[in-house]
T-cell receptor
Framework: DADVTQTPRNRITKTGKRIMLECSQT?????MYWYRQDPGLGLRLIYY???????NKGEISDGYSVSRQAQAKFSLSLESAIPNQTALYFC????????????FGPGTRLTVL | AQSVTQLDSHVSVSEGTPVLLRCNYS??????LFWYVQHPNKGLQLLLK??????LVKGINGFEAEFKKSETSFHLTKPSAHMSDAAEYFC????????????FGTGTRLKVLA
């Protein structure tokens, strides 16, 4: 079984709808991250969480919110989806330590019409 | 502030010839550096990581990278390209203090010609 899972894998929605993307991990890591990937831009950090009570904005948090329900679960919400939020979204986890290698989920492809 | 620049957005090589994907970084502290690969419609897979133990880092599938502090570079190389190497490659820098956040390059798409 995969260590980092994301649901759904694909989602098509309409402008104005609320969407939740979920991430679960079995690696036992405290740190979790949400990124979005757009062609030609690489991955950009939306939110990150270093433990259940610690949530921080990344470089592109506007229009998004997150919830860390447990050590293993980190959800990303789009309160009112807009077309320019169409992207590939990745969840990642990492352990405490100075190397901070991150492990990525398979991604969720979101299309907002 | 950290930053990373991948100098080529697209690279084309013939099968069996060497691969060079270039990456320059900027970091206030001694950084951690990574290369990830993303095959079409797939997630990200770690190719290799720089841990400061050795400047020449060997990764999976025959890839390696050399950390050159004086040039602030971490270029990815492979002696002989294979068709299965066609993918997008991301260079990543992360500080070892503070937030440990990843900063991604914009990616280099590698095309391998038969």
């Amino acid at each position: 079984d995969a260590d980092v899972t994301q649901t759904p894998r694909n989602r098509i929605t309409k402008t104005g709808k609320r969407i939740m993307l979920e991430c679960s991990q079995t690696k036992g890591h405290d740190r979790m991250y949400w990124y979005r990937q757009d062609p030609g831009l690489g991955l950009r950090l939306i939110y990150y969480s270093f433990d259940v009570k610690d949530i921080n904005k990344g470089e592109i948090s506007d229009g998004y919110s997150v919830s860390r329900q447990a050590q293993a679960k980190f959800s990303l919400s789009l309160e009112s989806a807009i077309p320019n939020q169409t992207a590939l979204y990745f969840c990642a986890t990492s352990d405490v330590g100075d190397l901070n290698e991150q492990f990525f989920g398979p991604g969720t492809r979101l299309t907002v019409l | 502030a950290q930053s990373v620049t991948q100098l080529d957005s697209h690279v084309s090589v013939s099968e069996g010839t060497p691969v060079l994907l270039r990456c320059n970084y900027s970091s206030s502290y001694s950084p951690s550096l990574f290369w990830y690969v993303q095959h079409p419609n797939k997630g990200l897979q770690l190719l290799l990581k720089y841990t400061s133990a050795a400047t020449l880092v060997k990764g999976i599938n025959g890839f390696e990278a050399e950390f050159k502090k004086s040039e602030t570079s971490f270029h990815l190389t492979k002696p002989s390209a294979h068709m299965s190497d066609a993918a997008e490659y991301f260079c990543v820098v992360s500080d070892r203090v503070g937030t440990y956040k990843y900063i991604f390059g914009t990616g280099t798409r590698l095309k391998v010609l038969a």
